[in-house]
């Protein structure tokens, strides 16, 4: 699982309110990313991180913010939680070289916006 | 911007026979990778297979192989003696060879069915 640990796993919030969803590894990987899950679009990148306090958007970005402070946790926050990010988020990290990169997932973190 | 293309919203299979998910992506660039995620009910994502765009040969993996087609832009799942086991989502996925090509654009998914 490459030691990668979500919390919480599960959490329903009402809307407005803020949210942070924490992503933590064990393993010095460099690179961290933050997927919404939704049906019908398969996984959308929200936010990357090439380092500490390295970070840029993905292609869904809007509404959200990232922090990294140290290499082994990824925050992301939605300031002002809406119906639409009701979804389920998944962190990753990069581990490998190279061209021999690969991607691997956190077990995720279902958020309900009511 | 390259996108990722899966048509087949749901597929069935018979225990012991094979299976075909089919993927179709778009891009300009020459040089990519393509993956292939399986996501059972844990929601747990799944490295599957992968595949480098400058090989010819199709990667293999146990009972897990592609079909992978540069000029058509396809690249296909074949899951041969399928098992109960692999019943899930399954999502195709690319990924740019440019220095910096970190994202993964992913396909909406095909859930797969395996009858007993």
């Known amino acids: 699982d490459a030691g990668i640990t979500q919390s919480p796993r599960h959490k329903v919030t009402e809307t407005g309110t803020p949210v942070t969803l924490r992503c933590h590894q064990t393993?010095?990987?460099?690179?961290m990313y933050w997927y919404r899950q939704d049906p019908g679009h398969g996984l959308r990148l929200i936010h990357y991180?090439?380092?500490?306090?390295?970070?840029d958007k993905g292609e869904v970005s809007d509404g959200y913010s990232v922090s990294r402070s140290k290499t082994e946790d990824f925050l992301l926050t939605l300031e002002s939680a809406t119906s639409s990010q009701t979804s389920v988020y998944f962190c990753?990290?990069?581990?490998?070289?190279?061209?021999?990169?690969?991607?691997?997932f956190g077990p995720g973190t279902r958020l309900t916006v009511l | 911007a390259q996108t990722v293309t899966q048509s087949q919203p749901e597929m069935s299979v018979q225990e012991a026979e094979t299976v075909t998910l089919s993927c179709t992506y778009d891009?300009?660039?020459?040089?990519?990778?393509l993956f292939w995620y399986k996501q059972p009910p844990s929601r747990q994502m799944i490295l599957v297979i992968r595949?480098?765009?400058?090989?010819?040969q199709n990667a293999t993996e146990n009972r897990f192989s592609v079909n992978f087609q540069k000029a058509a832009k396809s690249f296909s799942l074949k899951i041969s003696d399928s098992q109960l086991g692999d019943a899930a989502m399954y999502f195709c996925?690319?990924?740019?060879?440019?220095?910096?090509?970190?994202?993964?654009?992913f396909g909406a998914g095909t859930i797969l069915r395996v009858k007993s």
């Open positions: 990753a990290i990069k581990s490998g070289q190279g061209i021999y990169n690969e991607q691997f």
């Open positions: 393993e010095n990987h460099r690179y």
């Open positions: 991180s090439y380092g500490v306090k390295d970070t």
């Open positions: 891009t300009s660039e020459s040089d990519y990778y």
């Open positions: 595949q480098e765009a400058y090989k010819q």
């Open positions: 996925a690319y990924r740019s060879a440019k220095m910096g090509g970190n994202k993964l654009v």
